[in-house]
Nanobody
Framework: QVHLVESGGGLVQAGGSLRLSCVAS????????MGWFRQAPGKEREFVGR????????EYGDSVKGRFTVSRDNAKNTVYLQILSLKPEDTAVYYC????????????????WGQGTQVTVSS
């Protein structure tokens, strides 16, 4: 069974930083594009960023460019999301997901999802 487990969320003050981790098991990790999404209360799930199978390319949603960085370590079956200069509007549940579709930002194309980790940014 495929499992994606996020960690690293928490309560931080505006301007702070977090690094989220997502450890995958039950799949050939290097065969998947890995993505990060977030969902705030009352809002649609939003694309945050993705990283290609070998880590050679990344793409980010417009709202997070310049502050968020996706990276991966295929030897550890782990994808990371580094968040800098957190803002209250970043408050959301953050999910990692795995897809075999190239260059996609659509939730529908991600087959496997983690349970999410809560990021709360106070002002």
């Amino acid at each position: 069974q495929v499992h994606l487990v996020e960690s690293g969320g928490g309560l931080v003050q505006a301007g702070g930083s977090l690094r989220l981790s997502c450890v995958a098991s039950g799949l050939t990790f290097s065969a998947y594009t890995m993505g990060w999404f977030r969902q705030a209360p009352g809002k649609e799930r939003e694309f945050v960023g993705r990283i290609s199978r070998s880590g050679g390319s990344t793409e980010y949603g417009d709202s997070v460019k310049g502050r968020f960085t996706v990276s991966r370590d295929n030897a550890k079956n782990t994808v990371y999301l580094q968040i800098l200069s957190l803002k209250p509007e970043d408050t959301a549940v953050y999910y990692c997901a795995a897809s075999m579709v190239l260059k996609t930002s659509w939730t529908y194309d991600f087959k496997y999802w983690g349970q999410g980790t809560q990021v709360t940014v106070s002002s």
